[in-house]
């Protein structure tokens, strides 16, 4: 089981994992909804498409665009449809 925990919380946990370019993208459904929050930010990778990203919110505490998703990846990166990756502090193991 692959968890991601931030603040002391995990907010996602799956044995379903699919790893690109070295990042955990865990299945949305996996994802604690209640700590995400709406980023008007965005990304484009050459290969996988537009990212969108996600606030993290646990206990008070705010962790900006710590989690992002390709909503239409492109055709090279279809297998990250409908997932999640974390970065900036967020522990995956």
């Known amino acids: 089981m692959t968890t991601a925990t931030w603040n002391g919380t ?14 955990a993208y ?11 929050r709406p980023s008007s930010t965005h990304t484009t990778c050459p290969w996988k498409g537009e990212a969108s990203y996600l606030t993290l919110e646990v206990d008070g505490q705010t962790n900006p ?9 492109k055709a090279a990166a279809e297998e990250i449809t409908g ?3 974390f970065w900036r502090g967020v522990e995956v193991g």
């Not at 995990?10 to 990042?23: K, L, P, R």
């Not at 865990?26 to 995400?36: A, G, H, I, K, N």
């Not at 665009?65 to 990846?73: H, K, L, N, R």
């Open 10 to 23: 995990v907010i996602a946990e799956s044995d379903d994992i699919v790893t690109v370019e070295g990042n």
């Open 26 to 36: 865990f299945p949305r459904e996996s994802v604690r909804e209640d700590v995400l």
């Open 65 to 73: 665009d710590a989690a992002w998703y390709y909503p239409q990846p």
């Open 83 to 85: 997932r999640v990756a």
